[in-house]
């Protein structure tokens, strides 16, 4: 069992940055790839941005690429989502996933653990 708890979201201005964390429990993190989705108000959840489990291998939805970097810390058991000139339109309930069923880091199905979200909000 993995258990994932986000932080660091909030009510931001357009144009601001802000580092989201997800701490995760377990002696098996450093073995995981993790992923960050969003889910806006009546949409359905997306992929925002993996990582693979040494940190070697990156991936990016089109609409962060260049703008939000994800990285981790295995020897903290924490993934970052670092979110750089932000925009309204990147306001939504940001999650944290942990552990493929399968190999495909951009699918939400493929994740085993969830944690609970954080709230970003972005204000124009």
């Known amino acids: 069992q993995v258990q994932l708890v986000e932080s660091g979201g909030g009510l931001v201005q357009a144009g601001v940055s802000l580092r989201l964390s997800c701490a995760a429990s377990?002696?098996?993190?450093?073995?995981?790839?993790m992923g960050w989705f969003r889910q806006a108000p009546g949409k359905e959840r997306e992929f925002v941005a993996a990582?693979?489990?040494?940190?070697?291998?990156?991936y990016y939805a089109d609409s962060v690429e260049g703008r939000f970097t994800i990285a981790r810390d295995n020897a903290k058991n924490t993934v970052y989502l670092q979110m750089n000139s932000l925009k309204p339109e990147d306001t939504a309930v940001y999650y944290c996933?942990?552990?493929?069923?399968?190999?495909?880091?951009?699918?939400?199905?493929?994740?085993?653990?969830w944690g609970q979200g954080t709230q970003v909000t972005v204000s124009s």
């Open positions: 996933a942990a552990d493929l069923k399968f190999y495909s880091p951009r699918d939400r199905t493929a994740y085993n653990y």
């Open positions: 377990g002696r098996t993190f450093s073995t995981k790839t």
């Open positions: 990582i693979t489990s040494s940190g070697r291998n990156t």
